[in-house]
Structure formats: structure tokens, C-alpha cells
């Protein structure tokens, strides 16, 4: 794993990126530590939750519903962090009353604060773009909005991965591909 800089692992549900998230943080030889997005607001979310702690080591967890970019802030520079994950942080922060505009801002703090750390981030997001059109208008924002924070994120990384059935396809910058 790169010693520093910020790795997104992007892709559907149940697509493999918490585990590759584990998998890369249990091969940097120093600390790890995670920050954690979900709550357990309901008995689907806590088995949720109680799943990934259980398929991870017992590092460290800060829970950080709405301030992510707090909550990186507070850790050393030479530890590894998991971010986990995007997609509900963005749906905390819009149930929370927070503008588009506001999200937007948040994550681009986040991203930069993100990209310039000594050790290595692992960021978990999901792609939700490329699913079921949203019915509502609610829906249909928040597939947009995180779809605008990814972009932004990502903008902002080292590396990008796409998963899919637990399999990689590396993100490259169009216009690097295209030069």
C-alpha cells in the first residue's frame, strides 16, 4: 500500500470495498484507525454496523456521523485511516438540514485535508449513478449530490478504484488517458 495519499474505493452495494479497505490497512506496518459514518438508527443498520466490526481487526473507530473532516483532524499524520463511508455521510449531512452547496464545501475540506496527510486514507463510497432512477425528489438529489461529492473526492486522490464483485478496475483521469 502507498505510504501516503488518498485511495478511493468506489462501486455498488456489497460490491467489496469495506474488505479491501481491511485488507489495505492490515498491511501498513503502523496504526490504523477507522472513522465511521453509520449510525445504528434501526436493527438493519446496527446488524449492518455489528458485520463490518466483526470482519475487521479491533483498531480504533471514532464515530463521526457529520464531522468527518473533524474527526481525521484529531489523528496522527502517520495513521492509516479508514473513511467509512461517503454515502452515508452525505445522506447524514442532508438529513441534517445542510445545503447542496454545503455538502459540496464539506467535502472538498474533507478531500484536502484527506490528500495531504502523512499516512495513508482509504475512503469507501458508493456509485449509485448507475442504478434504479430514484422516484422521489429527495432520491433523486441525493443520487445527484453524491454523485458531485465522489466526483470531487476523487478529483482530490491519489488513486481511484472501481469495484465490482469484489474485483478492481483502476480510475484514471480522461484527460491523462487521452493526452
Same mark, same amino acid.
Given at each position: 500500500?502507498?505510504?501516503?495519499?488518498?485511495?478511493?474505493?468506489? +462501486?455498488?452495494?456489497? &460490491?467489496?470495498?469495506?474488505?479491501?479497505?481491511?485488507?489495505?490497512?492490515?498491511?501498513?506496518?503502523?496504526?490504523?484507525?477507522?472513522?465511521?459514518?453509520?449510525?445504528?438508527?434501526?436493527?438493519?443498520?446496527?446488524?449492518?454496523?455489528?458485520?463490518?466490526?466483526?470482519?475487521?481487526?479491533?483498531?480504533?473507530?471514532?464515530?463521526?456521523?457529520?464531522?468527518?473532516?473533524?474527526?481525521?483532524?484529531?489523528?496522527?499524520?502517520?495513521?492509516?485511516?479508514?473513511?467509512?463511508?461517503?454515502?452515508?455521510?452525505?445522506?447524514?449531512?442532508?438529513?441534517? +438540514?445542510?445545503?447542496?452547496?454545503?455538502?459540496?464545501?464539506?467535502?472538498?475540506?474533507?478531500?484536502?485535508?484527506?490528500?495531504?496527510?502523512?499516512?495513508?486514507?482509504?475512503?469507501?463510497?458508493?456509485?449509485?449513478?448507475?442504478?434504479?432512477?430514484?422516484?422521489?425528489?429527495?432520491?433523486?438529489?441525493?443520487?445527484?449530490?453524491?454523485?458531485?461529492?465522489?466526483?470531487?473526492?476523487?478529483?482530490? &486522490?491519489?488513486?481511484?478504484?472501481?469495484?465490482?464483485?469484489?474485483?478492481?478496475?483502476?480510475?484514471?483521469?480522461?484527460?491523462?488517458?487521452?493526452?
Amino acid at each position: 500500500m502507498a505510504a501516503s495519499g488518498m485511495t478511493v474505493l468506489l +462501486g455498488g452495494v456489497r &460490491s467489496g470495498k469495506s474488505a479491501l479497505a481491511v485488507r489495505l490497512a492490515s498491511s501498513w506496518s503502523g496504526p490504523v484507525h477507522v472513522i465511521a459514518t453509520a449510525e445504528g438508527l434501526d436493527d438493519d443498520m446496527a446488524a449492518r454496523i455489528a458485520r463490518h466490526r466483526a470482519d475487521r481487526p479491533p483498531w480504533p473507530v471514532t464515530e463521526a456521523p457529520l464531522e468527518v473532516s473533524e474527526a481525521l483532524g484529531r489523528l496522527e499524520p502517520a495513521v492509516c485511516v479508514i473513511v467509512d463511508c461517503l454515502t452515508l455521510w452525505v445522506a447524514n449531512l442532508l438529513a441534517a +438540514g445542510r445545503s447542496d452547496d454545503e455538502v459540496a464545501a464539506a467535502a472538498v475540506a474533507f478531500a484536502d485535508a484527506a490528500a495531504a496527510r502523512g499516512g495513508p486514507t482509504l475512503v469507501v463510497t458508493n456509485e449509485v449513478g448507475m442504478g434504479v432512477h430514484p422516484e422521489t425528489d429527495l432520491g433523486l438529489r441525493y443520487r445527484d449530490l453524491l454523485g458531485r461529492v465522489n466526483t470531487l473526492v476523487v478529483d482530490r &486522490s491519489a488513486r481511484a478504484l472501481l469495484l465490482v464483485a469484489g474485483r478492481a478496475l483502476v480510475l484514471a483521469d480522461p484527460m491523462e488517458v487521452l493526452a
